[in-house]
């Protein structure tokens, strides 16, 4: 008889309760029995399965005594269970109100979830409320979902009597290996998909369709072209309208905009989709931001390189970056004599060429050589966005080449580097993830005790650290080796995968690149190589830098620091000899002397976002001094032009920030993951 352990929904904390139960018991069966036991207020509606989330309706286990942990309604935990029904309840709707649709998939995707699907008369954005009127009916039906296994060649018949003919098409192709399948019931409403779902629908407080997109049939531009309807849903109204005020605020922020509003950078369809072009102040911005990390670079040991834009396919080859990731890097340009080059996907492979141009010995290691190096991905047109999703972008990278004695000092570095870099951003919140191979999975290069060494040697040094986080997840290592990557979560509570640190003991082996050392015992011995970005993409990072500050930078960031303003055109002469005391100080500075009147003025550069004014009329001229003016704090006062410079040098020299970003919580919470349709 199957037993189960399940925690006390009260009070999780508590040792776990043991229950046994009939063998083909569901855990419905247990939750019926918590609900006996607290008089009917423990209402769970998902549970945590060993860790794992899944459906009520999923079977106890017949072995083993696994813990179970009942989440009610409320529980964010349970959040992704909630919207994977509640794409279930927007496609029956959108099923009763259009004739002929045909439905793809429908997972949740972040704070909310979407469906694909095509219909004979394209759905448009004036459609939305009604379908949202629709699924208020059959959430306050509260039909139940039922779960409906049959055999493979079943589930075709009955996709073919629902008239689904992408759902044919997919078991007959992607699920062909599959003895058995899923169907999900809620009254006339059935649907191919392997959960989990809550028992019924009665639970989805507030939902809102957010959104309609363009889409292919599993992400293929070869094939069907269908509408992608995305929506979101929460718990309680009041956590949606929370929610839809942060997404108000994060269009305001969208970097897209703000990027056009301040000149910072623009995207031309001539020169081509996914290739940043920087204006003068956003290339200052990038200019700043690399003079920082070269500073660093600097004083931390490492030596600049420079490789070129495209290298040889054979190279890459060896690397393993083609053809393990070929669907993500442009076509090879063919060239005389059968020779293939490709668009630098990765800079390592390059670096390891200068690493190799002259034998080493271990007196050079570690070698710490670092680049701003180009790169180009062949991304979909359909997943660019802005400056966070492109096809050409610029990479901090660095590689170490070191002994194995020196990893952990060498990685502890990297760390260190990154986190001073997140601390000079405002970047205060943030997590580690530690990325492991997936053991069941081909894709990962080199035998397993080099994984083994790789991935002991970073979960090491990053508990050591005391980093937040540090819970590996399979799956998530690059091909070659672990790594440590930094998740921080912006102003809006967004998270973003940005630094990464990456420990490889594969390209240099002699499967690969085959480097080489002497030791002090003068044999040969194989380096270890490190790759890291504290940034990442330049162009990533600085479009999540402008909407975390919402395009107000701090002073020593910002594309223009000090806009002088004088208060009539008396005052021009003095103005410019302030400004030129400004910019002999370091600053960037501006003037203005337009014909507008002050006040008019000070609105101008407060729109800009400029962080600091020097206001100056015929006072100052004759007293020496000028008034500052900060775009958040206001009127600071007067005071004399020497100790203005000074102020704004000294708080310029020590990257400060002074007006951190205010957390605004766009659905950070972490929430567990949910599977999705076949």
Known sequence: MPTIQFLDPADPTAAPQSRSFTTGSRLADVAEAV???????????????????????????????????????????????????????????????????????????????????RAKRPITEEDLPVI???????????????????ERDRAVEIVRDLNQPLKVEHIETGLAEHPTLSFYRQGEFVDLCRGPHIPSPGCIGGFKLTSLAGAYWKGDANNAQLQRLYGTAWFTQEDLDRHLEALEEARKRDHRVLGKQLDLFTISPLVGSGLVLWMPKGATLRSVLEGFVREELTARGYEPVYTPHIGKVDLYKISGHYPYYADSQFKPIEMHEDEQYLLKPMNCPHHTMIYKARPRSYRELPLRLAEFGTVYRYEQSGELGGMTR????????????CTPEQVEQE?????????????????????????????????????????????AAIEKVAREMNLPGCEPEPGEAAFYGPK??????????????????????????????????????????????????????MERFIGVLIEHFAGAFPLWLAPEQVRVIPVSAKSEAYARTVEAAFQAAGLRTGLDLDAEKLGAKIRNAQLELVPMMVVCGPRDEAAGTVSLRDRLDGDLGAMSLEEAVARLKDENARRAVRHKPKPLGLGGTKQAAAADDY
């Open 35 to 117: 609900r006996a036991d607290t008089n009917g207020s423990c209402q769970p509606i998902a549970a945590l399965l060993a860790g794992k989330l899944v459906g009520l309706d999923s079977l106890v286990p017949e072995e083993g005594e696994p813990t179970v942990e009942l989440l009610q309604a409320g529980d964010p935990r349970a959040l992704p269970v909630m919207r994977h029904s509640a794409a279930h309840v927007m496609a029956r709707a959108v099923l009763r109100l259009f004739e002929d649709v045909e439905l793809a998939f429908g997972p949740t995707v972040g704070d909310g979830f979407y469906y694909d699907m």
């Open 132 to 150: 949202e009127a629709e699924m208020r009916k059959i959430i306050a039906e509260d039909e139940a979902f039922e779960r409906v296994e049959v």
């Open 390 to 401: 492109v096809r050409g972008f610029t990479q901090d990278d660095a590689h170490i080449f």
């Open 411 to 455: 990685v502890a570095g990297c760390i260190d580097f990154t986190l001073k870099v997140l601390e000079s951003l405002a970047f205060d919140s943030y997590r580690v993830r530690l990325g492991f191979r997936d053991k069941a999975s081909d894709k990962y290069v080199g035998p397993p005790e080099r994984w083994d060494e790789a991935e």
């Open 484 to 537: 440590i990557d930094f998740v921080i979560n912006d102003s809006l509570g967004r998270e973003w995968q940005l630094g990464t640190v990456q420990l490889d003991y594969n390209l240099p082996s002699a499967e690969r690149f085959d480097l080489e050392y002497i030791g002090a015992d003068n044999a040969r011995h194989k380096p270890v190589m490190i790759h890291r970005a504290p940034l990442g993409s």
